[in-house]
Antibody, heavy 111, light 112 residues
Framework: QVQLKESGPGLVQPSQTLSLTCTVS????????VHWVRQPPGKGLEWVGA???????DYNSALKSRLSISRDTSKSQVFLKMNSLQTEDTAIYFC?????WGQGVMVTVSS | DVVLTQTPVSLLISLGGQASISCRSS???????????LHWYLQKPGQSPQLLIY???NRFSGIPDRFSGSGSGTDFTLKISRVEPEDLGVYYC?????????FGAGTKLELK
């Protein structure tokens, strides 16, 4: 049974770095890609980036200078790190392996 | 980056009625391998998105045949016939042909 679960701090201060973890089960990270998608409150979905089965990554053009996605296959975890956070980064962050989605984690950027 | 323009922004439909959502791409979504990676999702209130249609017209497992997808190149349509209360929410198209992937802005389906 495929499952994904996001975890991380609910509150981050402006200019700080966000670190999120997606813990997966029921599939291998070396055979599947995991994507991050975010959704600001009351707004639409935004593709953030992905880590592919071979370990390479792709990022949203607007975020790539601040974004890093990595993984630890031994722990079945995928990590998202985004630096220089601003209030506009406040959103629910989802990890997904189509068609499976995590429940999302709300991240608020505020002092 | 590919821009997906979804119309309308919102739809008011009566129960049992039909809804049609358009997703137009700023460039062709035909991949070099010949496939077209245009997908449709529904996000119900308070839930994560769920996959409805993949690669233009393929219904995902368990999705009723009231949902149908069509289109090619840059123009795509999602049709929902015999709308039921469980169909309410926001519909998104997503292109996975070109990196970076991009979503449409969403179409909110509400009951009249």
């Amino acid at each position: 049974q495929v499952q994904l679960k996001e975890s991380g701090p609910g509150l981050v201060q402006p200019s700080q770095t966000l670190s999120l973890t997606c813990t997966v089960s029921g599939f291998s990270l070396t055979s599947n890609s995991v994507h991050w998608v975010r959704q600001p409150p009351g707004k639409g979905l935004e593709w953030v980036g992905a880590i592919w089965s071979g370990g390479s990554t792709d990022y949203n053009s607007a975020l790539k200078s601040r974004l890093s996605i990595s993984r630890d296959t031994s722990k079945s975890q995928v990590f998202l790190k985004m630096n220089s956070l601003q209030t506009e980064d406040t959103a629910i962050y989802f990890c997904t392996l189509d068609p499976y989605w995590g429940q999302g984690v709300m991240v608020t950027v505020s002092s | 980056d590919v821009v997906l323009t979804q119309t309308p922004v919102s739809l008011l439909i009566s129960l049992g009625g039909q809804a049609s959502i358009s997703c137009r791409s700023s460039q062709s979504l035909v991949h070099s391998n010949g496939n077209t990676y245009l997908h449709w999702y529904l996000q119900k209130p308070g839930q994560s998105p769920q996959l409805l249609i993949y690669q233009v017209s393929n219904r995902f497992s368990g999705i009723p045949d009231r949902f149908s997808g069509s289109g090619s190149g840059t123009d795509f349509t999602l049709k929902i016939s015999r709308v039921e209360p469980e169909d309410l929410g926001v519909y998104y198209c997503l292109q996975r042909t070109h990196n970076p992937y991009t979503f449409g802005a969403g179409t909110k389906l509400e009951l009249k």
